[in-house]
């Protein structure tokens, strides 16, 4: 079962494919709904929160699209995670049980946490850098 939703995955991965793509010219939407097989309309609204979130820097007009907004080593996946919207604050199940109040909610919340946390350390770099490591050998 996978802990993480499929868009906080593409997330990851546009982010992931502009840190690996952008180094002569900001890469675009299209480029990027192109490389991982999504509708353009799918991906902008994620694009912008990464932008409103200070990840992503969205550069407009001919030859625009979009580049990191600090350096590799300094963005984690939990940060796009949460820029996208797709980690809750807290948890969203209304209930008096006590056995989901007291029982389920903090073993769930105990996992999140720990989740949230190894998310904090995964940097763009660390995703980054077996591709660089590949691209360096074939050179």
Known sequence: MPFLPRKGILAIAAVVDIALND???PVSAK???VRHGLPPRHLEPVLQ???RDGI???IRGPGGGYELAA???EITAEQ???A???IDEGPSVQSNSPLVVDIVLPAVAHAEKALSEALGRITIEDMVRPVDR???ANT
């Open 71 to 73: 350096e590799p080593r």
């Open 23 to 25: 180094r002569e010219r």
């Open 56 to 58: 992503l820097k969205g």
């Open 31 to 33: 480029t990027l709904a």
């Open 134 to 136: 590949r691209r360096a």
């Open 49 to 51: 929160a990464l932008v």
């Open 84 to 86: 996208a919207e797709l």
């Open 80 to 82: 796009i995670l949460r």
